[in-house]
């Protein structure tokens, strides 16, 4: 129910963009974020949206999440990117009543999209 895209291979201070569509009744409900993983590494917050913005500290001021509920899309525009930031990225709703206290947990989350990968080289 959740079909993310636009990862890719990129050098360091690039950008891309990461889209999410997702088939959910009442979208406009949801909680909608992003995490990513590397392996061997537990999957972390990036960013989430729900009215306000929430954004981790190391994306903060460089990645940018939006949504359309009019499209079912949430959007995570990824500029000026690290090497670090290289992972798998996933988005994720969640239709927990109070998201601005449960964002970055992951188990809050009813759904999930396949991943899509993100390579920044140095």
């Known amino acids: 129910q959740l079909q993310a895209s636009g990862g890719g291979l990129v050098q360091a201070g690039g950008s891309l963009r990461l889209s999410c569509a997702a088939s959910l009744r009442a979208f406009n409900t949801y909680g909608m974020s992003w995490f990513r993983q590397v392996p061997g590494k537990d999957r972390e917050f990036v960013a989430g949206v729900m009215g306000n913005t929430y954004y981790s500290n190391s994306v903060k001021g460089r990645f940018i999440i939006s949504r359309d509920n009019a499209k079912n899309t949430v959007d995570l525009q990824m500029n000026s990117l690290k090497p670090d930031d290289t992972a798998l990225y996933y988005c994720?709703?969640?239709?927990?009543?109070?998201?601005?206290?449960?964002?970055?947990?992951?188990?809050?989350?009813?759904?999930w999209g396949q991943g899509t990968q993100v390579t920044v080289s140095s």
């Open positions: 994720a709703a969640t239709s927990a009543l109070y998201y601005s206290g449960v964002y970055d947990q992951m188990n809050v989350y009813e759904y």
